[in-house]
């Protein structure tokens, strides 16, 4: 069975642009978690969605947006992007959202 | 508020060294402790999940344990290859599913 999936693996911005990153996950898992790890911070939940709704949001600006598809891949976008932005950025599922969450390799963003 | 705390922060072991590392947790309803080894710039990799006291589990070298406050990851006879960051994690019933990282374990092991 294949993993969670991030694209891409590593982004480089400059501040004030915005991206999007994307996670596939495990097939048959109908929600997924985004989280933000920096050295200082540790891993930070941000939002999860479930069944293309958010269910539960972090304490993150609102710069920080997600969606998920009908087929359960989710989509986070970061607008205006800040310095301290920089960081991985990593998507975990889980198949009922309450149950063991498989995280992806992230995704390593700069921002300059 | 739900907090986890895991302890040492850091732990320098030599190949065969026993140990235990620490997550103690206040959580509202526990619906999981989960633990997670974190290799430098990668992902999180799934190790256990623990629902209730009194549960434990294994796997290899490693064996997790759970009490009402505080879970132990316990590591028997480590080799060199275990050295990573050992990540603990709770997730409640209450306010939709939040899952809460503590800020790790770095755990060093020395041939």
């Known amino acids: 069975k294949a993993g969670v999936t991030q694209t891409p693996r590593y982004l480089i911005k400059t501040r004030g642009q915005q991206v999007t990153l994307s996670c596939s996950p495990i097939s048959g898992h109908r929600s997924v978690s985004w989280y933000q790890q920096t050295p200082g911070q540790g891993l930070q939940f941000l939002f999860e969605y479930f069944s293309e709704t958010q269910r539960n949001k972090g304490n993150f600006p609102g710069r920080f947006s997600g969606r998920q598809f009908s087929n359960s891949r989710s989509e986070m976008n970061v607008s205006t992007l800040e310095l301290g932005d920089s960081a991985l950025y990593l998507c975990a599922s889980s198949g009922s959202g309450g149950g063991t969450q498989y995280f992806g390799p992230g995704t390593r963003l700069l921002v300059l | 508020e739900d907090q986890v705390t895991q302890s040492p922060e850091a732990l320098r072991l030599q190949e065969g060294e026993s140990s235990s590392l620490n997550c103690s947790y206040t959580v509202s309803g526990l619906r999981g402790l989960f633990w997670y080894r974190q290799d430098p710039g990668k992902g999180p990799e799934f190790l256990f999940t623990l629902y209730s006291a009194g549960e434990e589990k294994e796997k290899e070298r490693l064996k997790a344990t759970l009490t009402k406050k505080e879970s132990f990851l316990h590591i028997t006879a480590p080799k060199p290859e275990d050295s990573a960051t050992y990540l603990c994690?709770?997730?409640?019933?209450?306010?939709?599913?939040?899952?809460?990282f503590g800020a790790g374990t770095r755990l060093f092991v020395k041939a």
């Open positions: 994690a709770v997730r409640d019933n209450t306010g939709g599913f939040k899952t809460i």
